[in-house]
């Protein structure tokens, strides 16, 4: 069973199988509309479209009015009816996809796996690597049958902005938890900030790219490099917390301590998009 990451070979010679559901998961963040019209030019044949701002997303403020951050979790029950139609079903392998390294794949691989479904894979390498070994694309949408998936105990854990500003004011240097940003540097140190309205990071929070879990031809790094990399952050990934500007590229690192066989870190949603909208939370900048 894959449950971290399946190769393009792999991929292709299951891709027949009713059991394996393919999600095309691109996105841009600035042009949210890339994702559905590359989708449309040309995608994995069978891939139904994942889409980031309604799929994969929530509601940006919940019930009493407060700013969850910019890509909320779903509400689980939408999820699943959501996976449903896509034609998930227990015994499924879900297999996501992207054209940015992994960056939006992981997000459903997250969702999945806070379902309690383990059968999730991202494609490693993403588009480009099947298109590397001259396997085709389709624009032809499938017509799956209905999925029955149930929802399960999680295999993930979440923390809230509550948790995480407990963190910050009791434990600043005592490294009870450990955030880890996944932004580029210069966004972790707010500079060149464009797409939230304050620059800065979490108070005591690591810095960790997720670019940085990748090698140059956009395929992940292999499991032990990517353990020397997170041991040299984390002294325990059962007291890490993952976050990022809005709790999408925080899952890729996630993945990447699955892959190096260090689990149990947890996923703040609200990430830095959250935690900037209130002025009343403590806000670092610099390196």
């Known amino acids: 069973m894959y449950t971290t990451l399946i190769t393009a070979s792999e991929l292709a010679a299951c891709i027949n199988n009713p059991k394996v559901v393919v999600v095309d998961c691109r996105h841009d963040l600035m042009n949210l509309a890339a994702g559905a019209d590359g989708y449309a030019t040309g995608h994995i044949p069978g891939a139904v479209f994942g889409a980031m701002e309604t799929a994969l997303s929530g509601a940006k403020h919940g019930a009493n009015g407060r700013f969850r951050g910019r890509h909320p979790l779903p509400e689980r029950a939408a999820l699943l009816a959501t996976l449903r139609t896509w034609g998930v079903g227990d015994d499924s392998l879900v297999v996501a996809y992207d054209a940015h390294g992994g960056m939006f794949a992981a997000r459903l691989w997250w969702l999945l796996r806070w379902l309690g479904h383990p ?109 020397a990399d997170f041991s040299a952050l984390l002294a325990d990934p059962a007291r890490a917390v993952m976050q990022c500007g809005s709790g999408v590229t925080a899952c890729h690192n996630l993945l990447a301590l699955e892959v190096a066989g260090m ?22 900048q610099g390196g």
């Open 119 to 227: 059968a999730v894979a991202v494609l490693d390498g993403g588009l480009a690597a099947w298109q590397s070994q001259a396997l085709p694309l389709t624009t032809a949408v499938p017509a799956r049958p209905r999925g029955a998936i149930i929802e399960r105990a999680p295999l993930v854990q979440t923390v809230s902005a509550e948790d995480v500003l407990a963190n910050v004011l009791t434990n600043i240097g005592a490294g009870q938890l450990t955030v880890v940003d996944a932004r580029a540097p210069d966004r972790f140190r707010g500079e060149n900030e464009t797409i939230d309205p304050v620059g800065g990071h979490i108070p005591g929070a690591k810095n960790r790219f997720f670019k940085d879990n990748l090698q140059p031809d956009g395929r992940f790094k292999d499991a032990a490099a990517l353990k």
């Open 263 to 284: 689990p149990g870190a947890a996923l703040y949603p609200g990430s830095w998009s959250e935690w900037c909208a209130d002025p009343a939370r403590p806000m670092a």
